[in-house]
């Protein structure tokens, strides 16, 4: 079956970084758009960064200059790794996959915090 597996958050000062990678498995991961989501409570999952089968990126305005996404067909993952990092990047950030016929997929989520 479907499966989307995200790891690397965590605790991080302001200002610092982390590496969340989503780990892929049950669906032929190159034809899939993969995308980084967030959300706080409270709040609506918010978009942060998507990346296309052709490898095509986008990011959310707040995220643009300090994210990049990026994805390895041959492992099945993808990678949002994180630069200056602020108080307000603090979310449980999601994994998502999306088929040609825009089928979604979800991981189960890891939590970022950023404080001091």
């Known amino acids: 079956q479907v499966q989307l597996v995200e790891s690397g958050g965590g605790l991080v000062q302001p200002g610092g970084s982390l590496r969340l990678s989503c780990a892929a498995s049950?669906?032929?991961?190159?034809?899939?758009?993969m995308s980084w989501y967030r959300q706080v409570p409270g709040k609506e999952r918010e978009l942060v960064a998507r990346?296309?089968?052709?490898?095509?990126?986008n990011y959310a305005n707040s995220v643009k200059g300090r994210f990049t996404i990026s994805r390895d067909n041959a492992k099945s993952t993808v990678v949002l790794q994180m630069n200056s990092l602020k108080p307000e990047d603090t979310a449980v950030y999601y994994c998502?996959?999306?088929?040609?016929?825009?089928?979604?997929?979800w991981g189960q989520g890891t939590q970022v915090t950023v404080s001091s």
């Open positions: 049950g669906f032929t991961f190159s034809s899939y758009a």
């Open positions: 998502m996959g999306e088929s040609p016929a825009r089928f979604r997929y």
């Open positions: 990346i296309s089968n052709g490898g095509r990126t």
